[in-house]
């Protein structure tokens, strides 16, 4: 598609923001304890909404858009919460904040409950919650609850409330089915073909060309600053470190290799092994006769083959091995033998064994100091894993208890090395040429979650790498002062003025359109230079395949715009005005598109229960009333966005 409508993409979520709360730990009401006590209206500031006349305490609000944020960033780490706050998402919070807790309210209400063994049991299911037996561990479980700012008590209301909603909405959104009648109309759209025009007035073509005063600069950048916010940045400072470097003594002394040749006495000794080809026959009168041909100078292999057997051959054995493989008898038969000639018969679990000893090999004891070298580097092995995982062991309780990692460094001759400003995706800050070490990126997520001042190890390789790292610096994500970004802050403010013109003939262009001037012609009265149109002639479905669901908002409206109509349209950051004309619509027959009726009604079958959810929640928000706290929600807003 024209290359104008990437430029939506520069958002960094999009809007409408879809935030799925995948994790029971993200969706926990969060913070302190709820009470239970009665509360009436919002006058207070220490209320979210009053729902049904519980209230809904708004320390809960800032850590669940936390965890919301931490959902996001799992697709896009360098999100700051300023950008997820603009976006749409602290809003989507809310909602699901008071939905969860209506729901709850309203199965309380109407007699429905979620008893202690029920929530425990529910508790127990958990594996985030399960020690290194696999069991339920409560000190694990404390962690984790510490580690989301919950209580055990507002945890177990938040189950509660989960649990209350399955019995409410289980059996209203289970498998619902669309009619045909209606997945045919939704399918025909997906075969419907659009053809029109979409133009770009950009406001570039309108920017002033002068600088702004200081005043005016200054004022813009004030009212504009989230569009400037740099992401959280962390500097690292770490030391590798692995079996090459540690310096470790696993040379084995005399004694110690004398001690392995004892142990493995039986290694060392004589050994034979033999390699047979052999066929099995159901009785012994069979096998002596057949043995006897072979012997007096016929083939095994064609003997087996007149008498409709087939033979086999196997690799060299020793003689337990052999036993194990067909029987004790006839590998003892198989070890008195000669190479090349016929074993003596002997029974086995599916009959008797005819064979032929095809080779020999011996292998002759080996002295104590034959068998050192292989001994010597098979111990100094052992002994350089035990040292390291000592040594490792060592160093992480020094980690542990407090040790700074320069200390550490020094008393291990490790090397300290620190990183560029890093973002949580592990790119440096302001210079995309640095490549941090690969060690770093296994460690990055723990790195942007753990607190300055603690150094921790973490193992690379298994066995093989570590590393210790900690946290140098942490700069918060904020807007930088306006001196640091003034060039781009004067070309904003530019944008913007322009985009005050770009509006203004956006809209002179689409009373032309709309008057039935060609869009062509509309724009190049404007005589303006940059203008973008393009011609658009596109069905549906193949918007949907060739956009993969990121379908750029011009589009959106073309393909939700009654037929012969104009619009415009605000393109994002000041950017410029989108015009969309469109001229035709037509749809494909669906005759011949059995399959995709199916399919629509299958997938909106989906769609439907999801539907049917938020209607019922609607209607039990609706029949308990709920009242926002609009002041103190604006007081979050603003903490979470630095404001205050």
Same mark, same amino acid.
């Given at each position: ?33 709820? +009470? ?88 127990? =299911? ?12 409560? @000190? ?26 399955? @019995? ?12 045909? =009648?209606?997945?045919?109309? %939704? ?10 025009? #979409?133009?770009? #007035? ?33 500097? *690292? ?23 392995? %040749? ?100 011996? &292998? ?9 070298p292989e001994i010597t580097e098979q111990l100094a092995g052992e002994k350089r894993v035990a040292a390291i995982a000592d040594l490792v062991a060592e160093i992480e309780g020094e980690v542990d208890g407090g040790t700074a990692l320069a200390e550490v460094a020094k008393a291990y001759g490790?090397?300290?090395? +620190? &990183? ?10 302001? =210079? ?13 997520? +723990? ?42 802050? #004067?070309?904003?403010? =530019?944008?913007? @003025?322009?985009? #005050? ?8 262009? *689409? ?30 479905? @193949? ?11 011009? *589009? ?11 619009? &415009? ?19 494909l027959p669906l005759d011949q598109e059995g399959q995709m009726i199916a399919q629509t009604r299958q997938q909106l079958g989906q769609t439907l229960s999801e539907e049917y959810r938020s209607q019922a929640t609607a209607a039990m928000r609706k029949e308990l009333g709920v009242t926002r ?16």
């Amino acid at each position: 598609m024209i290359s104008f409508f990437r430029r939506f993409f520069a958002s960094k979520i999009g809007l409408p923001i879809v935030l799925a709360f995948l994790a029971l730990m993200a969706l926990a009401f969060a913070a302190s304890d709820i +009470t239970g006590s009665t509360f009436g209206g919002v006058s207070g500031g220490d209320r979210l909404a009053v729902v049904g006349g519980e209230g809904i305490p708004i320390s809960e609000l800032p850590v669940a858009a936390n965890a919301a944020l931490d959902q996001v960033r799992a697709q896009n780490p360098t999100l700051t919460m300023p950008e997820f706050v603009a976006e749409g998402g602290l809003d989507e919070v809310i909602d699901q904040l008071i939905d969860r807790f209506a729901v709850g309210e309203y199965g309380r209400r109407y007699g429905l409950r979620a008893g202690e063994n029920l929530v425990n049991s529910e508790i127990l =299911k958990i594996p985030a919650f399960q020690g290194v037996t696999g069991n339920f561990d409560e @000190q694990t479980y404390l962690a984790a609850l510490r580690s989301r700012n919950l209580s055990d008590a507002t945890f177990r209301r938040d189950l509660q409330d989960g649990l209350l909603e399955q @019995q409410l909405l289980r059996s209203a959104v289970a498998a619902p089915q669309l009619p045909e =009648k209606i997945a045919r109309q %939704y399918a025909a759209l997906v075969l419907e073909k659009r053809k029109g025009e #979409i133009a770009l #007035i950009p406001s570039a073509a309108f920017a002033p060309a002068g600088n702004p005063s200081d005043a005016q600069l200054t004022a813009w950048y004030k009212d504009n600053r989230t569009q400037f916010i740099r992401p959280e940045r962390r500097t *690292l400072r770490f030391a590798v470190f692995g079996a090459d470097t540690l310096k470790v003594n696993a040379t084995p002394t005399a004694a110690e290799i004398a001690e392995r %040749y004892k142990r493995d006495a039986a290694k060392y000794a004589a050994s034979e092994k033999r390699a047979v080809t052999s066929f099995v026959v159901p009785t012994q009168d069979a096998a002596k006769a057949l043995a006897a041909r072979i012997a007096g100078g016929a083939s095994l292999e064609a003997v087996a083959r007149e008498a409709g057997f087939t033979a086999s051959s196997s690799e060299a054995r020793e003689r337990e091995a052999m036993a194990g493989a067909t029987s004790f008898a006839f590998a003892q038969a198989a070890f008195k033998a000669a190479q090349g000639g016929v074993i003596e018969p002997a029974q086995g679990t599916l009959g008797w064994y005819v064979a032929r000893v095809d080779r020999i090999e011996r &292998t002759p004891a080996r002295s104590l100091a034959q068998a050192t070298p292989e001994i010597t580097e098979q111990l100094a092995g052992e002994k350089r894993v035990a040292a390291i995982a000592d040594l490792v062991a060592e160093i992480e309780g020094e980690v542990d208890g407090g040790t700074a990692l320069a200390e550490v460094a020094k008393a291990y001759g490790l090397k300290v090395e +620190t &990183t560029p400003a890093l973002l949580a995706n592990g790119r440096a800050f302001g =210079k995309p040429e640095v490549q941090i070490v690969p060690q770093l990126a296994p460690v990055l997520q +723990t790195a942007f979650q753990m607190e300055e001042s603690e150094p921790q190890l973490a193992e690379v390789v298994p066995g093989e790498q570590f590393v210790i790292f900690e946290v140098a610096r942490v700069e918060e994500a904020s807007a930088p002062p306006l001196a640091e970004v003034r060039d781009a802050a #004067i070309a904003g403010w =530019k944008r913007a @003025q322009g985009a #005050i013109l770009a509006k203004q003939a956006a809209e002179r262009i *689409l009373a032309k359109v709309r008057g039935g001037t060609p869009l062509a012609a509309a724009m190049a009265a404007e005589n303006k230079p940059g203008f973008e149109r393009e011609v658009i002639d596109l069905e549906r479905r @193949q918007l949907l395949a060739q956009q993969r669901g990121r379908i750029a908002p011009p *589009l959106v409206l073309m393909f939700s715009m009654a037929e012969g109509t104009a619009k &415009t349209l605000e393109a994002p950051r000041n950017i410029g005005w989108y015009i969309v004309d469109l001229e035709d619509i037509s749809t494909l027959p669906l005759d011949q598109e059995g399959q995709m009726i199916a399919q629509t009604r299958q997938q909106l079958g989906q769609t439907l229960s999801e539907e049917y959810r938020s209607q019922a929640t609607a209607a039990m928000r609706k029949e308990l009333g709920v009242t926002r706290n609009d002041n103190a929600i604006a007081a979050v807003r603003r903490q979470l966005v630095g404001e205050q």
